[in-house]
C-alpha cells in the first residue's frame, strides 16, 4: 500500500491541485494531511473542503487552532497575524466545525503523525534541530513518526548516545529497526529554497519514504493574493520558496 502525506497547504489552492493531480498519477491509496490547511493563502475555504474531501485522516495545525480561537496570534510576525484574522472572516460556521473534527496527532501500523512535536503538541513546537528531535523520540512509541509545522523537509534517526542524525529530506528504506522523525515538507509554502510544492509517499509494501516536489502555478497564487492585498512577504516568499 502506497499512502501521501501531505502537510501546510496554507489556502495555497494552486499548489493543492497540482499536488492530488501528481498523487493520482502515482497510484496512491490514501492520502492523510498533516495540519495547517488554511493561513496565509488567498483560498482557505477552498483548501479546507478539497482535504475534507480527499483525505483519510486529519489533523490539527496550529493555523487551524487559531482559527478556532485556541491560542493567541499575539506572537505572530504582523504578516501572519494579518494573514489568520483575514482567514478567520472566510469561514463559515460548518467549516469551523469541520476544524474541530481534526484530530491532534494519530497513530496506526508502526506509525504516529502529529503537525508539530509530539513532545506537547498543542505547544506547537518546532523540530528543526538534533535537539529538539531528542524530545520528540521521548514521546512516541512508533517506528516512525511524520510531522511537518516547520515546511523544512527533514529526517532525524534516532542514535543511542548520540545526537540524532539529521539530514535533508531524501528518497531512502527506513532501517526497521530505528526510529525516525520525518518532517513531509510543505504543499504551500516551501522554506527551503525550491519553490516546487513538496509532500511525501510512503510505500508500506517496499518500506519507502519518497519525496515529491510538484511545479503549480505560482503567479496565480501570487495574483489572488496581491488582489486580496495580503502582506507583500507572504506573496514573494511564494516564488523564493523561503
Known amino acids: 500500500m502506497k499512502f501521501a502525506l501531505v502537510s501546510d497547504?496554507?489556502?495555497?489552492?494552486?499548489?493543492?491541485?497540482s499536488v492530488l493531480k501528481d498523487i493520482e498519477a502515482q497510484k496512491v491509496d490514501k492520502i492523510h494531511c498533516l495540519g495547517d490547511v488554511i493561513g496565509y493563502?488567498?483560498?482557505?475555504?477552498?483548501?479546507?473542503?478539497?482535504?475534507?474531501?480527499e483525505c483519510d485522516i486529519k489533523l490539527m495545525g496550529n493555523h487551524e487552532y487559531a482559527a478556532l480561537g485556541l491560542i493567541s496570534t499575539e506572537h505572530y510576525n504582523k504578516a501572519a497575524k494579518e494573514s489568520t484574522e483575514w482567514t478567520r472572516t472566510q469561514l463559515s460556521d460548518k467549516d469551523i466545525s469541520d476544524i474541530s473534527d481534526f484530530e491532534m496527532s494519530c497513530s496506526f501500523d508502526n506509525f504516529h503523525l502529529v503537525?508539530?512535536?509530539?513532545?506537547?503538541?498543542?505547544?506547537?513546537?518546532?523540530?528543526?534541530?538534533?535537539?529538539?528531535?531528542i524530545e520528540g523520540f521521548m514521546h512516541f512509541t512508533e517506528n516512525i513518526c511524520f510531522f511537518g509545522h516547520s515546511h523544512l523537509p527533514q529526517i532525524f534517526m534516532e542514535r543511542e548516545d548520540a545526537l540524532p542524525r539529521c539530514q535533508t529530506g531524501?528518497?531512502?528504506?527506513?532501517?526497521?529497526?530505528?526510529?525516525?522523525?520525518?518532517?513531509?515538507?510543505?504543499?504551500?509554502?516551501?522554506?527551503d529554497n525550491d519553490n516546487r510544492a513538496c509532500y511525501l509517499i510512503f510505500d508500506t509494501d517496499e518500506y519507502e519514504v519518497i519525496y515529491?516536489?510538484?511545479e503549480y502555478d505560482i503567479a496565480t497564487a501570487q495574483a489572488?493574493?496581491?488582489?486580496?492585498?495580503?502582506?507583500e512577504m507572504l506573496i514573494s516568499r511564494l516564488a523564493i520558496g523561503r
Open 224 to 231: 489572488k493574493m496581491a488582489e486580496l492585498k495580503m502582506p
Open 41 to 53: 493563502g488567498a483560498d482557505p475555504v477552498l483548501c479546507l473542503e478539497t482535504i475534507s474531501s
Open 170 to 191: 531524501h528518497d531512502f528504506l527506513p532501517d526497521r529497526e530505528s526510529r525516525y522523525l520525518i518532517n513531509v515538507g510543505s504543499v504551500g509554502q516551501p522554506r
Open 115 to 133: 503537525h508539530a512535536s509530539p513532545f506537547e503538541p498543542t505547544k506547537w513546537r518546532y523540530i528543526i534541530a538534533p535537539n529538539a528531535a
Open 9 to 17: 497547504i496554507h489556502g495555497n489552492y494552486e499548489a493543492l491541485t
Open 212 to 214: 515529491r516536489r510538484v
